[in-house]
């Protein structure tokens, strides 16, 4: 079965610092990764997903993702840190290409970006 | 744009009470889900559903039932509902080719019981 593990409850960071965001994935079969941000008292919203294309994927809000096969790894990147970016950040993964899907989410990182 | 309503933001009910959550999408997705979320544990799969009047167990069913009468409208039901069925609840819908990934999620409900 899927799983993903999110590394760090909790990433701080400055404005306009690098963002790093660990996600590892465990899958028997290719999967599909997404990366889902929640702004508070708000539901989840896509933020970019991996399906087997390009391994560097971009997303909104200026995000990527690389797919790195060897180090299972999708891990969420932004050169610099917005005060808008401060929100709660899901990674998810499902088996690809095996009928019908259900996504399996990580714990979550909450992002805080001080001044 | 694709829109997922749920119809309470915030329910607060007591321990023994029957509670309807109502989710309806405006997309005509096949593909219907609830989802628990609670903080450290990120979210878990408690039913999905289809196709109309379908249902499969998630993760978590035990303590839930789920309604699906019609293709826009997914209602989680708590039969008796107890202290630690306390959390946020998330409604997300999709295509039937899921293996896109995307869920459309609404706003959550956050139920407290006490």
């Known amino acids: 079965a899927q799983s993903v593990t999110q590394l760090g409850s909790h990433v701080s960071v400055s404005e306009g610092a690098l963002v790093l965001l660990r996600c590892n994935y465990s899958?028997?079969?290719?999967?599909?990764l997404f990366w889902y941000v929640q702004y508070p008292n708000q539901g989840l919203q896509l933020l970019l997903k991996y399906t087997s294309a390009a391994t560097l994927v971009k997303g909104i809000n200026g995000f990527e993702a690389e797919f790195k096969k060897s180090e299972t790894s999708f891990h969420l990147t932004k050169p610099s840190a917005h005060m808008s970016d401060a929100a709660e950040y899901f990674c998810?993964?499902?088996?690809?290409?095996?009928?019908?899907?259900?996504?399996?989410f990580g714990t979550g990182t909450r992002l805080l970006v001080s001044p | 744009d694709v829109k997922v309503t749920q119809s309470s933001r915030y329910l607060v009910k007591r321990t023994g009470e029957k509670v309807f959550l109502e989710c309806v999408q405006d997309?005509?997705?096949?593909?219907m889900f609830w989802y628990r979320q609670d903080p450290g544990l990120g979210l878990r799969l408690i039913y999905f559903?289809?196709?109309?009047?379908?249902?499969e167990k998630g993760d978590i069913p035990e303590g839930y039932s789920v309604s699906r009468e019609k293709k826009e409208r997914f209602s989680l039901i708590l039969e008796s509902a107890s202290t630690n069925q306390t959390s946020m609840y998330l409604c997300?819908?999709?295509?039937?080719?899921?293996?896109?990934?995307?869920?459309?999620f609404g706003e959550g409900s956050r139920l407290t019981v006490l």
């Open positions: 997300a819908s999709s295509l039937l080719q899921v293996n896109t990934g995307e869920l459309f």
């Open positions: 899958s028997s079969v290719p999967p599909y």
């Open positions: 997309m005509d997705h096949e593909n």
């Open positions: 998810a993964v499902s088996e690809g290409n095996t009928g019908f899907q259900k996504l399996v």
């Open positions: 559903s289809y196709d109309v009047k379908m249902k």
